[in-house]
């Protein structure tokens, strides 16, 4: 696939973004992009509306998902691409920890209600139906509220991880994300690994182990990323013979990132439609 830019991680309002999938197809068209994976948390229930968006748009579509897991304290996500959505495995886990988020948003919002006027049916209010439903909407809610001025500006303060609020949710191992995307036919990359810091506890001995199990590469180009982590990931794919890809990580008007901000290679991209056994990309006549 030879057609350019291309970004491999954006989010409708299936998950967390406030766009819908035809809407998130439509925009990336207008950016400019001539390939878009939609990734949406542990949902493929966006699919087949991008894909049709896709036909109308003259656009490039890889169906895809960021899967969540845990590691020790941390979460780390699992960008999967081209997998088969009807897996019995990936089914079953990714319906489990969208009830887990579930839950655990309950569990967060009962405790910010303690101190702030807020109700879960003002969460309600900020998703629609069959959104896999977060903090993301939580933070749209305390929005609506007035209590913060934007989701980002949430984060920062009642939703952040030390705001005395947080709750962690079920989600299996790294190790086990990336076993399960293989299994069902895709291609696993760990998504923005060096965000914040996060890289310090994804060692190399880790990043080894994910690659054993066929973790295909890591995304290094995302706003997230400190420079020095961006370095150390660029050592592990070296080292591990990992790709590395970029990406925005658009959410609509969730979040400052803009379309087509990071981008992957097109070599890089032709590689994951070349290993993915599981589903394929939708491509236009267009933009071959």
Not at 12 to 28: H, K
Not at 32 to 55: C, F, K, M
Not at 259 to 287: Q, Y
Request: hydrophobic letters at 35%; aromatic letters at 6%.
């Amino acid at each position: 696939m030879r057609n350019t830019p291309i970004d491999l991680h954006t989010h409708s309002a299936v998950s967390d973004g406030t766009e819908t999938p035809t809407q998130l197809v439509r925009s990336a068209k207008r950016a400019g992009l001539g390939t878009v994976a939609l990734t949406d948390h542990d949902s493929t229930a966006g699919w087949q509306e991008a894909i049709s968006a896709a036909a109308s748009s003259e656009i490039n579509v890889i169906p895809g998902m960021e899967l969540s897991t845990n590691y020790g304290p941390a979460s780390v996500h699992v960008l999967a691409y081209l997998f088969d959505p009807l897996n019995r495995t990936i089914v079953t886990e990714t319906a489990r920890i969208r009830d887990g988020r579930l839950r655990r948003a309950e569990r967060i919002v009962e405790k910010i209600a303690l101190d702030y006027d807020i109700s879960w049916d003002d969460v309600l209010a900020e998703s629609s139906n069959g959104t896999t439903l977060g903090r993301p909407h939580i933070a749209d809610a305390l929005v609506r509220k007035g209590h913060v001025a934007n989701r980002s500006a949430a984060f920062e303060s009642i939703l952040h991880w030390q705001g005395g609020y947080y709750e962690k949710y079920y989600a299996p191992s790294p190790l086990e994300g990336v076993k399960m995307i293989v299994a069902a036919g895709g291609v696993p990359v760990l998504a923005h690994p060096a965000a914040h810091g996060k890289y310090r506890q994804l060692t190399g001995s880790v990043i080894k182990s994910l690659a054993d199990e066929g973790l295909f590469g890591l995304e290094v180009n995302h706003r997230d990323n400190l420079p020095e982590g961006r370095e150390f990931l660029l050592e592990l794919c070296a080292k591990y013979g990992l790709e590395a890809t970029g990406a925005s990580d658009y959410h609509g008007m969730g979040k400052p990132n803009r379309l087509g901000e990071n981008t992957t290679d097109p070599e890089v991209l032709d590689k994951i439609i070349a290993r993915a056994t599981g589903s394929k990309p939708f491509i236009t006549t267009a933009t071959t």
